[in-house]
Structures are given as structure tokens and as C-alpha cells.
């Protein structure tokens, strides 16, 4: 006879959302069980995505870093690649991110399982191990089994030649060649590992730009320094299709319309039907065209909890679903589908729970960064977006050209920042920051400041009163911020 376990809350999946949900609920006194179907928390961010992605990519930056050396006068070759080495190091540090989160879940009396969750009812919970069957039961249930890559109609992913993000992180051996279907974070990430490598990419996108949730300043930066890194690419594409040879080789076929290509030629083919095919042969194709949530098992359903067209879970603000009682979060919510966004909406999910006072994620203040070649960071609204919004007014968008930045010129990169202001329905004498958008180096590590002056509607006269130290990247906010203020200093 099956006994059951009593809980305060029971949270499905532990990834980034589950697991912050689960320490905070454990911190406020609630007891938490955390059911996991893999060995380990963390989710695909940690093991699969976020974390070895950017331990791959802090390699390919150390690549870079000894080409400019030559422009110091150092000469530093790269001799080889040992590709064991690279694996070991990136499963280092997933190793001991993977153990300190063990502990910290231990340490608050996290109670973990291992096995697949299937909710019976709102309250119960059936938890398959390898070696049992468990009940669980909680007053309230937590739903963050997060997503999987999403894959083209007509061509699944083979593990062979056509690759998902997971599969490609995996790859024992540098590709000599590939063809990389989507040009988001994900795929631009892969573009930049490899092309420091020396593999021939050819990037192939269906929006009328590269990495098209930027805005078109940024994605022109991002595409022009891909095309100096020796990337082709495409957009406007449609695949036609994707074969696997039996020497583990694709032919990638596919047709441009009102593209703009590697080369920079933007000429217009005509419609879809008329566009003549174009054929590439690679080692591997990698598809990389967003990710689906994992909501097809039949229990949702049957508790009840209502989805999307999409797929996505249906919640209020502070991720309440259609059933009294079950929450959801991160990827299998409607919104941004980042790692930092579902750490937010843990703590929401479980403040709420607890009954303590909290405010909801707003997703215009949560920055999105892209560790391309060229980083990207972004946070708030775009001019477009802000001049629809009926509560703005007076819409601006000021820019400042990094390279007037003496650590840009450093470098050797390039790059801008964007400041959106305006003023507000609530304070309409005051210019306030809206939005910001950043394409450079060390982009990433300004996304925090940023938020904060986006998110706390931070006028704009403060914001560029604030000093920034010289000579560092932070300037380049600095700078456009006094643009935005009407008092440039270090630009025309």
C-alpha cells in the first residue's frame, strides 16, 4: 500500500523556477517537496543551456582575445584545441554549480525526489522513482517543467547531422562546417562559439533581420560583425528542407525572399513561389527556432488547467493557473523564456503562497542579453513600442557610438547604445528612461544598471547625474544618458 507525504507546497521541476520557488517557500517556513525527473537540479539552464553555453563561450572569447592580442604587439597563436580539455572544463563548472545547489537546497530542508510527476488532482501528486511509486499531497502545487527546442515539421532532430542546442552542446569534435537554422540568442550563440573555432557556418533566418527581437540598430551591429567574423548569412528564408546523408552530412535547401544576405546585398527575389531554391551541404545542421513548453502530458487536462494556443500555461500576474490552488512559472508561461525572469517569478509564486506582500514581474523590466560576438543587452521598451503605448508621450531615442569610448577602441570592437525616453500619464513634466539597448562588449554587465533605471521609471536628469568611473565600458550608458538629457560630452 502506497503511503502518502504531506507537504505545504509541491513544485514540479527544478529548474531555475522550481528551485527558486522552493527556497524561498522553504525561507518563509513552508514545508517543500521538489520533484525532479533527472539526477540533479537545475534544469536545462544549468545542465543543458545557460551555464555550459557560456562556459563553451568564455573559451571562444579567450580565442579572440589572442588574435587582437597581435595588435599589442603580442603574438600569442593558437596552437591546438583539445577538445576532451574544453568538455572537462565546461562540466567542471556545471559540476560545481550543480553541487552548491544541492547543498543550498539541503541546507534550507528542501525535500527532493527523483522521478516523473503526474498530478491526480489539484493536491495529489503520483511520483514514479526507480524504485516506487509515491503519493504526495500539498496544499498547493507548483507547475515549472520548463521546455524543450522546438523542432522544423519535416525534419526532427536526428542526434546525428541534425542537431538540437542540446545535441550540439554535447558534440565531442569542432565542426568543420554547419548550417545554423535561427539567428536568437541561442543560434547567434552557437555562431560565435564556432566561428572562432574556424568552422564554416552558414546562419539562415525567416524574419526580414538577424536576431529579430532586437531593435534594428542592434541587429545591424550584431549581423555586420558576424559578416567581419567570416559568417554567411541569410534571412527573409523559408527551409524547404533538411536531408541527412549517410556520412553523417545535411543538404540544407532553401528560398530567400526580400532577403538580405552575408554578402550585404538586399535585393528582393520576388514572392516565396518564384524565389529560386538554394542548396548547402554542411556536417551538421543545427536548428535553433525557439523552444515549446513541456505541457503535453494528459494530466493537464484532466486537472483542469487551461492553456494557450500555444501551449502556455494561462496565469494571472502572480502565476495563479485556472485551478484553485496549482501555480505555474518560467518557460511554460506566456512571456520572455529566460532563466532570470522565472528566478523572479519563483520568489512572486512564492511570496504569494506564503501571503506576503510582493508585486509581480513586469516583463518590460526584465533584461534580455545575447552573448554573441557582439554582445547584446536590452531592457524595456523600444521607441516603436513606447510611441504605441497610449500612456507615453513626447518619444525619443538617443544613441551613443561606443567607438567614442577610449575601452571600446581598446578592444577592437564597435558598438551603441540606446536610451528611450519619455514622459508618463502619471508624471507627464518629468523625461523618464523607458527603454535601453545596448550592442557591445561587456553589454551583459550594464543589463543590471540599466533595469534599474527602466524598472524605478528613473528620470532622465538623475540618471545621467549619476557618475560613472573612467575609463570603463559603463560609460557608454553614461554617455547616453547625457545624450538623452540634452547635454552630450563626449559626443557630437
Keep these: 500500500m502506497t503511503s502518502t507525504q504531506h507537504f505545504d507546497i509541491a513544485i514540479i521541476g527544478a529548474g531555475p ?109 503520483s511520483v514514479a522513482t526507480a524504485a516506487e511509486t509515491l503519493e504526495i499531497e500539498a496544499t498547493d502545487v507548483v507547475i515549472a517543467t520548463g521546455s524543450h527546442p522546438r523542432q522544423l515539421p519535416h525534419a526532427p532532430f536526428t542526434k546525428k547531422a541534425i542537431l538540437s542546442s542540446q545535441d550540439a552542446l554535447n558534440l565531442k569534435q569542432i565542426p568543420q562546417s554547419i548550417v545554423i537554422v535561427g539567428s536568437g540568442a541561442i543560434g547567434l550563440e552557437f555562431a560565435t562559439l564556432w566561428s572562432s573555432t574556424g568552422t564554416k557556418i552558414t546562419l539562415l533566418e525567416s524574419a526580414d533581420r538577424l536576431l529579430p527581437s ?137 511570496e504569494s503562497i506564503a501571503g506576503v506582500p510582493t508585486k509581480p514581474v513586469d516583463d518590460h523590466n526584465v533584461p534580455a542579453v545575447t552573448f554573441a560576438l557582439t554582445e547584446v543587452g536590452s531592457v524595456g521598451y523600444t521607441l516603436d513600442e513606447a510611441r504605441n503605448e497610449s500612456t507615453f508621450h513626447e518619444v525619443t531615442e538617443s544613441t551613443f557610438p561606443m567607438l567614442g569610448n577610449a575601452r571600446v577602441v581598446m578592444s577592437g570592437e564597435s558598438g551603441s547604445v540606446s536610451i528611450v ?3 508618463t500619464d502619471e508624471n507627464p513634466e518629468v523625461r523618464v528612461v523607458l527603454g535601453v539597448h545596448m550592442a557591445g562588449p561587456e553589454v551583459s554587465e550594464l543589463a543590471a544598471e540599466a533595469e534599474q533605471l527602466v524598472g524605478n521609471r528613473i528620470p532622465v536628469s538623475d540618471a545621467a547625474r549619476l557618475v560613472h568611473p573612467h575609463p570603463t565600458f559603463s560609460e557608454t550608458l553614461g554617455e547616453a544618458l547625457l545624450i538623452a538629457d540634452g547635454r552630450p560630452l563626449h559626443s557630437r
Excluded at 57 to 81: C, F, N, W, Y
Excluded at 82 to 88: E, F, N, P, S
Excluded at 231 to 250: C, R
Design 17 to 125: 523556477g522550481g528551485y527558486s520557488t522552493a527556497l524561498r517557500a522553504a525561507e518563509l517556513g513552508k514545508s517543500v517537496a521538489l520533484i525532479e525527473k533527472s539526477d540533479v537540479p537545475g534544469g536545462v539552464c544549468l545542465h543543458e543551456g545557460c551555464v555550459p553555453s557560456k562556459a563553451l563561450l568564455t573559451a571562444a572569447r579567450a580565442i579572440r582575445d589572442s588574435k587582437h592580442a597581435e595588435v599589442m604587439g603580442l603574438s600569442m597563436p593558437l596552437q591546438s584545441i583539445d577538445i576532451g580539455a574544453l568538455i572537462d572544463y565546461k562540466e567542471s563548472v556545471v559540476n560545481q554549480m550543480t553541487k552548491g545547489l544541492e547543498s543550498l537546497l539541503r541546507k534550507r530542508k528542501v525535500t527532493q525526489f527523483t522521478g516523473e510527476a503526474t498530478m491526480v488532482d489539484a493536491h495529489r501528486l
Design 214 to 350: 532586437a531593435t534594428p540598430r542592434v541587429s545591424a551591429t550584431v549581423a555586420r560583425n558576424l559578416k567581419r567574423a567570416g559568417v554567411t548569412y541569410a534571412t527573409g528564408v523559408s527551409i524547404d528542407s533538411l536531408d541527412e546523408g549517410d556520412n553523417q552530412v545535411v543538404t540544407v535547401r532553401y528560398h530567400e525572399s526580400n532577403s538580405n544576405n552575408g554578402s550585404g546585398n538586399g535585393s528582393d527575389t520576388g514572392s516565396a513561389e518564384e524565389a529560386p531554391v538554394t542548396s548547402v551541404t554542411a556536417q551538421f545542421a543545427l536548428v535553433a527556432i525557439g523552444r515549446e513548453p513541456n505541457t503535453t502530458a494528459d494530466w493537464f487536462a484532466k486537472v483542469g488547467i487551461d492553456l494557450d494556443s500555444r501551449g502556455l500555461v494561462v496565469t494571472d500576474p502572480y502565476g495563479r493557473t485556472s485551478v484553485p490552488g496549482v501555480w505555474a512559472l518560467g518557460d511554460i508561461t506566456p512571456g520572455k523564456q529566460l532563466a532570470h525572469r522565472a528566478f523572479a517569478q519563483g520568489l512572486v509564486v512564492a
Design 421 to 423: 525616453s519619455g514622459m
